[in-house]
């Protein structure tokens, strides 16, 4: 299975356009696919693909719990909690479990064996279908602090297929990490202007130290300036797609259709997007198997 993650610097850049429209493509030509939509804070692929959702259940996260009889006060679940998670007041145990990053140092830890570990809901994973496209995604609840879990739940929950799509969230902090971790290759989506370059630079930076391989989509590619494609030409990164800034893209996404289904002509950028991936992935692969 080829695990494609589309991801970017910044928000708004149009990561969930590209990422639904190729999916919608490659399903079109008769690959199987699946669409992983693991921008847990602010999913919106189903507003476009419009999936029929047909079973959901928690992502949970497990936190500590206290047994006050067994427990002795002596603080050592505080020392060792990282995140400030636990803290000992006149002998009890108090436990933050919003702080809490589940790393089970306190019960492995505990010289009396009082703390154990139960589960906590954190969000809600989603499994569907949007046409035959299998659809997964995972929404963090509110006021939640940690998406990452959530994220790896999206991602485990996905079955067999040729081509796995993900939907990354925007950015280059610890949740994009978790999303495009062990993808065989990511395509960061950025925009002509200052802003757009300068996010895609963290970007570039992100996935060169994951050491995955990558290159680059260019959104409302005709606005701005050319900075971002001397930037790419100048560290040698190829650039897979490009989309103009056209109004009818703009008008078909405000009332949730896919520009592929709006504008058919749009359906060759896709795929000779897809080629371009494709052709650099089966390298990719090809290696891994060798």
Not at 21 to 39: F, H, I, M, P, Y
Request: net charge negative; charged share 25%; hydrophobic share 40%.
């Amino acid at each position: 299975m080829l695990k494609i993650a589309i991801a970017s610097g910044k928000g708004g850049t149009g990561k969930t356009t590209i990422a639904t429209n190729l999916a919608l493509t490659l399903a079109d030509s008769g690959r199987t696919v699946q669409l992983l939509d693991c921008d847990v804070e602010e999913p919106n692929c189903h507003i476009f693909v419009k999936p029929n959702i047909e079973e959901t259940w928690p992502a949970t996260v497990l936190v500590p719990k206290v047994n006050q009889e067994k427990c002795t006060g002596c603080r050592i679940c505080a020392d060792v909690c990282e995140f400030k998670a636990i803290a000992v007041i006149k002998g009890k145990v108090l436990i933050f479990q919003e702080l809490c990053h589940s790393c089970g140092a306190c019960t492995l830890l505990c010289p009396e064996n009082a703390i154990s570990e139960i589960p906590r809901e954190i969000g809600v994973i989603e499994k569907g279908k949007a046409g035959n496209i299998p659809f997964f995604q995972g929404m963090l609840n509110i006021g939640e602090l940690a998406s990452p879990p959530v994220i790896r739940e999206v991602r485990k929950a996905a079955g067999e297929s040729e081509v796995l799509i993900i939907d990354s969230p925007p950015g280059t902090s610890c949740p994009v990490i978790e999303a495009v971790k062990d993808s065989d290759f990511i395509l960061l989506v950025t925009e002509p202007t200052p802003f757009g370059l300068n996010d895609l630079e963290l970007a570039v930076g992100m996935a060169r130290e994951l050491g995955i391989p990558f290159a680059v989509a260019i959104n409302r590619s005709d606005i701005g300036n050319d900075d971002v494609k001397k930037y790419c030409q100048k560290e040698h990164i190829e650039i897979f797609l490009e989309i103009p800034n056209d109004r009818r893209i703009a008008e078909a996404y405000s009332r949730g259709e896919m520009a592929v289904r709006a504008l058919p002509e749009y359906k060759k950028v896709f795929d000779r997007s897809w080629k371009s991936i494709e052709a650099v992935s089966g390298k990719i692969l090809a290696g891994k198997t060798a």
